[in-house]
């Protein structure tokens, strides 16, 4: 049984930072390029950032770029996502899937909002 568990979010003031994880099983985690997600109230699933199966290899979309790194350790079946200066508009549930995602591994998420 395939599980994706993610974990790390809170309440965090503007400018502030935050470490995302995703913790994995139930499938050969090593072999898989994986990604993260992110869906605002009345918005989209929007994608992040990728990482491939070894780590060796990272892109991120324009609106984290320069601001986050993924990153993941495959000892521990784990996918990171390093979230700094944040913004209120980065406001939403964070979620981690593998790349290309499968619809049946999305977990529950987890909210990270920004506010003062």
């Known amino acids: 049984q395939v599980q994706l568990v993610e974990s790390g979010g809170g309440l965090v003031q503007p400018g502030g930072s935050l470490r995302l994880s995703c913790a994995a099983s139930?499938?050969?985690?090593?072999?898989?390029?994986m990604s993260w997600y992110r869906q605002a109230p009345g918005k989209e699933r929007e994608l992040l950032a990728d990482i491939t199966s070894a780590g060796g290899s990272t892109s991120y979309a324009d609106s984290v770029k320069g601001r986050s790194t993924i990153s993941r350790d495959n000892a521990k079946n784990t996918v990171y996502l390093q979230m700094n200066s944040l913004k209120p508009e980065d406001t939403a549930v964070y979620y981690c899937?593998?790349?290309?995602?499968?619809?049946?591994?999305w977990g529950q998420g987890t909210q990270v909002t920004v506010s003062s």
């Open positions: 139930g499938f050969t985690f090593s072999s898989y390029a």
């Open positions: 899937n593998t790349r290309p995602r499968r619809p049946a591994y």
